[in-house]
């Protein structure tokens, strides 16, 4: 079975400044699909960025940017230009290319809590 | 752009009672995903349904049950409600089951008294 980490329960940033929040995962497959979703204190699921695993390039989206290190199996989201906005809870997610085989769920770290400060 | 509609927003229950969740996928998207979230948890997969029929099943309980209908819309039946199944109920929805992304709904928060 596939399982996603999340080793930082709780991470802070000044505003404006750079954070990195850290994932890995265990999987015997090679073709699968990575996520971060953010989760704010109204609790809405939001999508922040998405990674295919066949893909070499690492995914951006604005501020928000991951290196993924399939080898290592290590999928780290960093937070450039860090807004009062970003604090939310953080999960990393994982689903497997094979839905037939593996099912189609979301498989969830336990998150991390983002602080930002002022 | 239209997004996963649920209702109701909040439910209230007593233990032993049956309660009815619903969910509306974005228009045309054809799989709906059940999640529970319970307390500082992650959300943990329920059910997930593709074309009306189940595509996948996760730890759900004997006492829930689930069905998507010919309009694609969802509901998540729950009988014999314990303390223990107060949590934020997730639907998500995706165009195909090997759809990569899914769309989540602002959630149902069940609360068992």
């Known amino acids: 079975a596939q399982t996603v980490t999340q080793s930082q329960p709780e991470m802070s940033v000044q505003e404006a400044e750079t954070v990195t929040l850290s994932c890995t995962y265990d999987t015997s497959e090679s073709d699968y699909y990575l996520f971060w979703y953010k989760q704010p204190p109204s609790r809405q699921m939001i999508l922040v960025i998405r990674?295919?695993?066949?893909?070499?390039q690492n995914a951006t989206e604005n501020r928000f940017s991951v290196n993924f290190q399939k080898a290592a199996k290590s999928f780290s989201l960093k937070i450039s230009d860090s807004q009062l906005g970003d604090a939310a809870m953080y999960f990393c997610a994982y689903r497997t290319e094979l839905p037939m085989e593996y099912g189609n769920k979301l498989v969830f770290g336990a998150g991390t809590i983002l602080r930002v400060k002022s | 752009a239209a997004g996963v509609i649920q209702s109701p927003r909040h439910l209230i229950k007593e233990k032993r009672e049956t309660a009815t969740l619903k969910c509306y996928p974005i228009p045309r998207h054809d799989t709906v995903y059940w999640y529970q979230q319970g307390p500082g948890q992650d959300p943990q997969f329920l059910i997930s349904f593709y074309e009306k029929m189940q595509s996948d099943k996760g730890s759900i309980p004997d006492r829930f049950s689930a069905q998507q209908f010919s309009d694609y819309h969802s509901e998540l039946n729950m009988s014999s409600l314990e303390l223990g199944d107060s949590a934020l109920y997730f639907c998500?929805?995706?165009?195909?089951?090997?759809?990569?992304?899914?769309?989540f709904g602002p959630g149902t928060r069940l609360l068992v008294l």
């Open positions: 998500a929805s995706s165009l195909g089951d090997r759809a990569k992304t899914q769309y």
């Open positions: 990674q295919e695993a066949y893909k070499q």
